[in-house]
C-alpha cells in the first residue's frame, strides 16, 4: 500500500494558484499568450453577464493583465486554435481536445437533448428542417430563421433556436462565429480545421485525460473536484467520484500521481508526480504579494466546497437572486491578496460615462487592511478600470474604504 505525503492547506492552496496561472501579470502579452492560458486552464467559461467585461475576458484578464480582448475571438474563430464546447460549463477549450467530447456529444444526440438544464425535447421535424438550412445556405444563427419565441423558461427560446442549440449540444453543429454576442452554427464537418486528429479516443483515454489534465490545471484535488472541473462531461457520461478515485489510485501505483494527506481535510487528495517536491517549496514561501479580482466564473472559483476548505471563502454568486435576497450585491468579485481571498466589491462599468462604480466593498472578518494593500488594490482597480474601457472610478459607498 502506496503511503500518503502529508501537506498543508497552505501549500494545496498556492500550488492551485500557481497552476492556474495566478501571480503577477506578465509585462507584455500576445495572442499565443491568450492561447497558452485557456491551454493552462482547460477550459474558459463564456457568459453573457456585462455588467463589466464578459467573465471570459475577465478570467483572462486576472492573469494577464492588459491583453489585446479581440485576440480570445480570433483564436476561436479565425484560428481555429479553441473552440466552443461543454466543458464545465460553456467554454472556450483547446481545439486538440474536441475529440474527447465525442462520447458525451454522441448522448445527446441519443436525445436531441438540450444541454441547459430544462431538458427540453426538441420536434425531430424542427431539427431536420434546421440542419438542412445551415447544410445548404451556410453559417446561420437564430436570427436567420423565422418564428415567435414561446412562452416561458428564461430565454422564451423559439423551435429554431432551440433545435439549434440542440444539434450544437449533439455536436452536429459547432459555433462557426460570433455576430455580437449571438452565435452563428455550421455543420460540424465544416468548422473542424483539416489538421485535426478527429478519431475518437477510447474510454480509457479519455478517461485518463481529464483526469490528469484536472491534476495538472488544480495541483492537488481529490475526486470530487476533478468531477466539478469537467462538470457537463462527467455528468453526461455518468462518471462519478468513486469511478475518478479508482483511477487516481491506478495512476500512484504506476507512479503517474501521489496521494497525499492534506492537514485538517480528510479526503485523500491527489497531486502529479512532478508536482510533489513543488508542495514543499510552497510550504515555505509564495512569491506573490498583489491584488487580483477574480469573477465568480472562473475556474479558480468554481468549486464551492473547494473554494471553502481551501479559502475558507465563501462562494456567494447572487446574481440570480432577487435584490432582497442578497447578502452582497449583484456581481460581487472576490478580491485575491497573496494567496487569499480577503473580501468582495460589487463593480458595475457605467459604458457611456466610461466610469467604473463601485457599489460596495466588504472585508472578511479575519482581515485587517492595511496602506500596503490598498496601495495594492487600489493599482489593481486602475488597472480593472483601463481593462474596461473606463477612464475614471467611482466609489458609491458612504466613504471609500481608499485613503485618499
Known amino acids: ?189 465544416r468548422v473542424l480545421p483539416s489538421w485535426l486528429d ?31 472541473y469537467y462538470h457537463s462531461w462527467c455528468v453526461k457520461l455518468g462518471l462519478t467520484a468513486k469511478q475518478i478515485q479508482g483511477l487516481l489510485e491506478g495512476l500512484v501505483v504506476e507512479g503517474t500521481a501521489v496521494k497525499l494527506c492534506v492537514e485538517g481535510l480528510g479526503s485523500p487528495h491527489y497531486c502529479m508526480a512532478e508536482d510533489a517536491p513543488r508542495l514543499g517549496e510552497l510550504e515555505r514561501d509564495w512569491g506573490y504579494g498583489g491584488v487580483r479580482l477574480v469573477n465568480y466564473f472562473d475556474s479558480l472559483l468554481w468549486n464551492a466546497d473547494r473554494l471553502e476548505a481551501l479559502f475558507g471563502f465563501e462562494r456567494a454568486l447572487e446574481v440570480y437572486l432577487k435584490p432582497h435576497q442578497r447578502k452582497y450585491g449583484y456581481f460581487t468579485t472576490p478580491i485575491l491578496y497573496g494567496d487569499r481571498l480577503v473580501g468582495r466589491l460589487d463593480p458595475k462599468l457605467e459604458r457611456k460615462e466610461k466610469k467604473l462604480i463601485i457599489r460596495g466593498l466588504w472585508y472578511e472578518d479575519s482581515f485587517k487592511n492595511d496602506e500596503a494593500f490598498e496601495d495594492e488594490l487600489q493599482k489593481t482597480l486602475d488597472d480593472f478600470s483601463r481593462f474596461n474601457g473606463a477612464e475614471k472610478i467611482e466609489w458609491r459607498l458612504e466613504k471609500s474604504p481608499i485613503s485618499a
Open 198 to 228: 478527429t478519431s475518437e479516443p477510447t474510454e480509457e483515454q479519455r478517461n485518463r485525460l481529464f483526469a490528469t489534465r484536472t491534476l495538472g490545471y488544480l495541483g492537488a484535488t481529490k475526486p470530487a473536484d476533478i468531477k466539478s
Open 1 to 189: 500500500m502506496v503511503s500518503a505525503l502529508r501537506v498543508s492547506v497552505d501549500a494545496v492552496r498556492r500550488l492551485q494558484l500557481e497552476k492556474q496561472g495566478i501571480g503577477e501579470p506578465p509585462k507584455k502579452t500576445t495572442k499565443k499568450k491568450v492561447e497558452e492560458t485557456v491551454r493552462r486552464l482547460g477550459c474558459v467559461q463564456i457568459d453573457t453577464i456585462n455588467v463589466v467585461e464578459r467573465a471570459h475576458y475577465f478570467t483572462l484578464w486576472t492573469r494577464l493583465g492588459q491583453y489585446k480582448k479581440a485576440d480570445l475571438p480570433a483564436l476561436a474563430y479565425e484560428d481555429r486554435c479553441l473552440f466552443e464546447g461543454w466543458g464545465h460549463a460553456m467554454c472556450y477549450m483547446p481545439m486538440t481536445d474536441w475529440r474527447y467530447l465525442i462520447a458525451a456529444n454522441r448522448e445527446r444526440a441519443k436525445n436531441r437533448i438540450i444541454h441547459t438544464g430544462w431538458f427540453s425535447r426538441v420536434e425531430p421535424e424542427i431539427v431536420d428542417y434546421v440542419s438542412d438550412r445551415v447544410r445548404r445556405e451556410g453559417p446561420l444563427g437564430s436570427a436567420d430563421f423565422e418564428g415567435k419565441k414561446p412562452s416561458g423558461g428564461w430565454w422564451g427560446w423559439k423551435p429554431a433556436k432551440r433545435a439549434l442549440e440542440a444539434l450544437f449540444s449533439s455536436g452536429d453543429l459547432m459555433v462557426a462565429r460570433r455576430d455580437g454576442f449571438q452565435r452563428i452554427y455550421d455543420l460540424t464537418e
